[in-house]
């Protein structure tokens, strides 16, 4: 999404798309995945759509993108949009169901 072809998209189209795919991917995988994984998909997108924003506006600073782009915070938002943190996402484990399971196997007496 973040490629070379895209450097000419708004920001909050790059951020739409961007979050349809987080929450679903998030929404797949939330039973059972470490948060660590959350962490890392958070972190990791933030990078690239940082990394993007750099390549659309070359010689921006650091403090002219917080204030452009982040509102003077470090989470990536416009008016209409805010990047999706998936590290916010609460994982559900699975429930332990170890005696409810019936055994194909008969019991001996």
Known sequence: MCVRQNVGLALTVLLHRL???????????????????????SHYVWMRVVRWIRRKHLGITW??????????????????????NPAKVSTTRYRYRGTVIPSPWPTAA
């Open 19 to 41: 979050n349809s795919v987080l929450r679903g991917w998030c929404a797949y995988f939330r039973p059972g995945v470490s948060n660590v994984a959350f962490c890392y998909l």
């Open 63 to 84: 403090k002219q993108l917080r204030r452009r782009y982040c509102g003077g915070g470090w989470w990536l938002a416009t008016e209409e949009r805010e990047l999706f």
